[in-house]
């Protein structure tokens, strides 16, 4: 019995993202599609001074006719020193700063240039340190599939990986078609996020920034207890 998730790989993304790998037992890295230029391939929103504060992961030549793997990041210290600064600016005096911090460090500091090694090791670090289960596949390149589109590629891959459950984020609904993927025996589910909320200090909630953010205030218990807050339909 394998439920089985696919979404493209983001740099530290939103609370949800990580509700979505929590659901099922193995999450697919989408890697070798094309990069979506402003997207959020390589930029998220931490919380700075009460409100939400793009950071951004400097990429040397991308562009959306490039697949994600084929992206190299800028090969300097200089922006990952900066980056470094903005956060600890940022969450100084958040409850978790110290262990997460630290987790942050080892993550900006991988040593790869390749984005998609870079982002797979990312979302690795931030799972382990959650203990989620999910096994994550490293590279959707292994499918040999590239020819196929849209719901029949992932079709392909639920095959592969002889899935009994495919399950989407609710933005998808509209995009697959539940009979469909019930005619090859593997049902479609969607996760709808509930509201997150927790204590962000002295800042109104603001809701929705990257889950370095979620980290930084909570303790793993309590974001394992988040990541069941949502529904699959």
């Not at 096994?135 to 639920?158: A, F, M, P, W």
Request: hydrophobic letters at 40%.
């Amino acid at each position: 019995m394998t439920s089985i998730a696919i979404m493209q790989p983001y740099f530290l993304p939103y609370i949800g993202y990580f509700q979505l790998m929590a659901a099922v037992d193995k999450f697919v890295v989408f890697d070798d599609v094309n990069f979506i230029n402003r997207g959020w391939v390589n930029r998220n929103r931490l919380l700075l001074n009460g409100a939400a504060h793009t950071f951004t992961v400097p990429l040397r030549g991308a562009s959306q006719n490039k697949l994600i793997c084929d992206i190299e990041l800028v090969d300097e210290q200089g922006w990952r020193d900066k980056l470094m600064r903005t956060i600890r600016q940022a969450y100084v005096h958040a409850p978790c700063y110290a262990q997460v911090v630290a987790l942050t460090e080892h993550i900006v500091n991988y040593p790869s240039i390749r984005l998609d090694e870079f982002l797979l090791n990312s979302l690795r670090e931030v799972s382990d340190y959650l203990m989620l289960e999910a096994e994550i596949v490293g590279t959707s390149r292994i499918y040999q599939n590239t020819h196929l589109k849209g719901q029949d590629r992932i079709l392909d891959i639920c095959r592969q990986e002889r899935a009994d459950t495919y399950v989407n984020p609710i933005g998808g609904v509209d995009l697959y078609d539940r009979a469909v993927f019930l005619k090859q025996g593997i049902p479609l589910k969607f996760l709808r996020p509930g509201l997150i909320s927790y204590s962000q200090g002295k800042s109104e909630h603001v809701p929705w920034l990257s889950i370095l953010d979620v980290l930084m205030f909570n303790e793993p218990d309590a974001i394992r207890q988040l990541l069941g807050e949502r529904d699959v339909l």
